[in-house]
């Protein structure tokens, strides 16, 4: 990964700021983690002390492929999660979002739209995407209504796709979006957040 694609801005909206990820925000992470049970059930990481908030954001920074950012609430200055960018292929202009969650306080909230869409302009807009993907875990339905809402397709699904914590196998399910239904998303996005 190279050029632009390998580049990791801070991305700026109205409420929320992404900010690249690194140990400065781990006591942030923690904090953000009110509710481990409820916000890390599918996810292949959980955060429940400063060590596991550490550990979250040096796994993140020796992944080559992983781009990832903390959530910060703008009104506030606090870390309301994370989310990341991964899998990067400029060659075939695509690219993974995921390993995002966010603080029970701020869930069903702005933050997540606001977060997706500087996210999606970022990918869309300034790199040229033609896809961006995201994969789910089969059992959360929470994560798949939120992207069917945002207008992704649910392509099917990867059965064996990834183990979870316990070792179990996991079904993922696929979603994506294309450049060709970005603008009606972003216009979407943009209503939602102006409400």
């Known amino acids: 990964m ?11 909206g109205a409420r929320v700021r992404l900010e690249p990820l690194d140990e400065s925000h781990a006591a942030g992470l ?4 009110d509710d481990p049970d409820t916000i890390f059930p599918w996810a292949s990481t959980e955060i429940r002390d400063l060590a596991g908030a550490r550990a979250f954001v040096r796994a993140a920074a020796v992944d080559p492929g992983r781009l990832a950012y903390a959530i910060i609430d703008r009104t506030t200055g606090t870390v ?10 400029p060659t075939h202009r695509t690219l993974v979002l995921g390993y995002t969650w966010l603080s029970t306080r701020v869930q069903r909230t702005h933050v997540n739209s606001e977060s997706k869409l500087l996210l999606l302009q970022r990918s869309f807009d300034d790199l040229g995407v033609v896809r961006v993907t995201w994969h789910v875990d089969e059992r959360n339905t929470r994560s798949r209504e ?7 397709t ?3 699904l990867l059965r064996k796709h990834r183990r979870r914590r316990d070792g ?6 696929l979603f994506s979006l294309t450049d060709d239904e970005w603008p009606q998303v972003r216009d979407r996005l943009g209503k939602r957040l102006a409400r």
């Open 2 to 12: 190279n050029g632009r694609w390998a580049e990791h801005p801070v991305l700026d």
């Open 30 to 33: 923690l904090d953000a983690a």
């Open 168 to 173: 179990s196998w996991r079904t993922t399910a």
């Open 146 to 152: 939120s992207l069917r809402r945002l207008g992704a």
């Open 154 to 156: 649910e392509e099917g």
């Open 80 to 89: 309301v999660g994370s989310t990341s960018y991964y899998s990067l292929e």
